[in-house]
T-cell receptor
Framework: GDSVTQMEGPVTLSEEAFLTINCTYT??????LFWYVQYPGEGLQLLLK?????DKGSNKGFEATYRKETTSFHLEKGSVQVSDSAVYFC????????????FGQGTTLQVKP | DTEVTQTPKHLVMGMTNKKSLKCEQH?????MYWYKQKAKKPPELMFV???????INESVPSRFSPECPNSSLLNLHLHALQPEDSALYLC???????????????FGPGTRLLVL
């Protein structure tokens, strides 16, 4: 079945460090891919998305590129801030018309000053 | 505007109580969702309404009863809950809900429920 695998956390970085959170997926066809962020005590916010191969989603300095050949959608940011500390979820909607969001397990990011 | 609102923000209830969670969106979306999220886990889908009709029920116990009075409003009625039902309940909405791969779900802030 369709699935999403994220790197385990927590990921701990110093402020201004480069961030990569790995995400790979298993799905037939061309799913849509998403990154959601959940700040402490809050709901999920859509961070970025990509709907076809080689698309790059970007928002608030974060980027991710839909790589069909490696079935990946890694999240990157050039310089993290303390305010980026949160849980990041990679997710997909399969092309099989279920419309169901399939989430990875989430990666906790802690950024220290 | 991509806002989904949920009330209340926090709820404490006993196992014999009846309570309701409310969700509202004004984005013109025709699909609304309920998710349950336990600590340090991803959200789990409970129900989907598309065009005000229940389209997906993920085998949720009958002590959870969803209701969609119109396409902007979604309720979750709670009765005789168990302590293990304590969780963050998230509402989401999307354009259509009929399974299109391009559809984006927008989430509300959640209701944190504690069952004593």
């Amino acid at each position: 079945g369709d699935s999403v695998t994220q790197m385990e956390g927590p990921v701990t970085l110093s402020e201004e460090a480069f961030l990569t959170i790995n995400c790979t997926y298993t799905a037939t066809g061309y799913p849509s891919l998403f990154w959601y962020v959940q700040y402490p005590g809050e709901g999920l916010q859509l961070l970025l998305k990509a709907t076809k191969a080689d698309d790059k989603g970007s928002n608030k300095g974060f980027e991710a590129t839909y790589r069909k050949e490696t079935t990946s959608f890694h999240l990157e940011k050039g310089s993290v801030q303390v305010s980026d500390s949160a849980v990041y979820f990679c997710a997909l909607i399969p092309s099989s018309n279920t419309g169901k969001l399939i989430f990875g397990q989430g990666t906790t990011l802690q950024v220290k000053p | 505007d991509t806002e989904v609102t949920q009330t209340p923000k926090h709820l404490v209830m006993g196992m014999t109580n009846k309570k309701s969670l409310k969700c509202e969106q004004h984005m013109g979306h025709r699909a609304m969702y309920w998710y349950k999220q336990k600590a340090k886990k991803p959200p789990e889908l409970m129900f989907v309404y598309s065009y005000e009709k229940l389209s997906i029920n993920e085998s949720v116990p009958s002590r959870f009863s969803p209701e969609c009075p119109n396409s902007s409003l979604l309720n979750l009625h709670l009765h005789a809950l168990q302590p293990e039902d304590s969780a963050l309940y998230l509402c989401a909405s999307s354009q259509d809900g009929r399974g299109f791969v391009y559809e984006t779900q927008y989430f509300g802030p959640g209701t944190r429920l504690l069952v004593l």
